[in-house]
């Protein structure tokens, strides 16, 4: 198994990125032989991938960070780097690796001083592996302060420093920093490469996995947990017989406050599940004795911990009631394709009869009308608006039609 594996519908861009790979392995070679370095490389110091949400823009970029780190001795014998088994590669893809440093939107923004430290490790050259590597995973979320500190580091980079920056399109990064990098676009997978996935690396059966990959219309990690996560399938159910439930006022605000919830409870439990254990570890690098007090002095870094962790919670329930609203839109386009007398790619088959029984009941311009209405809640979202006016809003405008 090699990096790119996990590629799901992207050969073309595994392909660009293998290439770019073996020129780097060339540039490293040559430079530790003291030969001549290769006059021409498909190898550059910044790239932009962009693409779809679930295209696997990150898994991309991590796959590529683990080519360049491969230290796999068929290199030598004119191997690809890239194995998938060594320890460059192992320890670049699963996060532990000293020479890629990732950079992930713990909130809304990526604020300029959670990237202070990692533009400065930029400038040094690599500890053990064979590239300083900075992956941005959300670049489209650095504000204007860390967006100027990337650029900077981005003109003038180390001579063995890459910057791999993640973004849904080009519009969402700066001008001044795209120019830059040079750019990779990944296109949604198709719906049965998503499913082979899942049947090959899941175990997932078959049917289980198409059903899947057609409802999240080829969004990799959504048919995964779709797939595999009981729990998943219930909420996204529920979240396809809402449409069914507005008929009056008190119940689009229930209906609401019920998608809130839901969204707050996934958030809780992923709290309970980091927040705990990133405290203890803070502590005893620390030195606080086991349940015994902290250090005098070290207040102030427990406290910016809280902060980190409050944001990542607010984010976390944002991004639950966006795959929630992403399960709306699926619908109603489904009513409309059956409305307009389409079944060809209906992607929530298994909720044919509600869709059937929504399309007989409005027009398709009062379809188009509520698609609206969730697309403005996603955009009420991601100005900060409350959650539970953002959402009663957009349950009422449902119920209007």
């Known amino acids: 198994m090699t990096v790119w594996d996990d590629l799901v519908g992207q050969e073309k861009v595994a392909e660009l990125l293998d290439g770019a790979a073996r020129d780097a ?3 490293v070679t040559a430079a530790a032989a003291d030969t001549p370095v290769p006059e021409t490389s498909r190898m550059t110091h910044a790239w932009l991938f962009t693409g779809p949400p679930g295209a696997g823009r990150n898994q ?24 998938g088994f060594c320890d460059g590669c192992h320890t670049a893809l699963v996060g532990t690796h000293a020479d ?23 400038f040094t050259a690599p ?3 064979r590239w300083q590597i900075i992956l941005v995973e959300d670049a489209e979320r650095l504000n204007e302060k860390s967006a100027n500190a990337v650029l900077k580091a981005v003109e003038e980079p180390a001579p063995r420093t890459v910057w791999l920056l993640c973004a849904p399109s080009l519009e969402d990064v700066l001008p001044t920093i795209r120019s830059r990098c040079r ?14 996935m899942l049947v090959r690396r899941e175990g997932v059966e078959p049917d ?23 729990a998943a399938r219930e909420r996204r159910a529920a979240v396809l017989q809402l449409p069914l439930r507005l008929d009056e006022v008190g119940a ?24 705990g254990k990133e405290t203890e570890e803070l502590k005893a690098a620390l030195g606080a004795p086991q349940g015994g007090r902290l250090p005098r002095g070290t207040a102030g870094v427990m406290k910016d911990l809280e ?9 976390t329930q944002r991004d639950s009631l966006d795959v929630a609203l992403g399960d709306l839109t699926a619908f109603y386009r489904d009513v409309l394709a059956l409305q307009l007398g389409s079944r060809v790619a209906i992607a929530n088959a298994d909720a044919e009869d509600t869709l059937e029984r929504i399309a007989r009941g409005s027009s398709p311009e009062a379809t188009l009308r509520r698609i609206e209405a969730i697309a403005a809640c996603r955009e009420a979202l991601d100005r900060n608006v409350a959650p539970l006016l953002a959402v009663e809003a957009m349950t009422m405008a449902l119920r209007a039609g």
């Open 252 to 275: 689009c605000l229930k209906a609401a406050q019920e998608l809130v919830d839901a969204a707050a409870e996934d958030a809780k439990q992923l709290a309970e599940e980091m927040d």
């Open 208 to 230: 289980v996995a198409v059903a899947a990959a057609r409802a999240t219309q080829g969004h990799v990690d959504r048919a995964r947990r779709l797939a595999t996560d009981p």
């Open 183 to 196: 750019h990779l676009t990944l296109r949604t997978p198709a719906v049965d490469a998503v499913a082979g």
């Open 127 to 129: 500890a053990n592996g």
């Open 100 to 122: 890629v440093t990732t950079v992930a939107a713990v909130g809304a923004e990526i604020l300029v001083k959670d990237m202070r430290d990692t533009v400065r490790k930029s």
């Open 307 to 315: 902060e980190m962790q409050k944001r990542r919670r607010t984010r």
């Open 60 to 83: 991309a970029a991590r796959a590529f960070a683990a080519a360049l780190q491969c230290v796999s001795p068929d290199r030598a014998l004119g191997g690809a780097p890239g194995c």
């Open 25 to 27: 392995d060339a540039l």
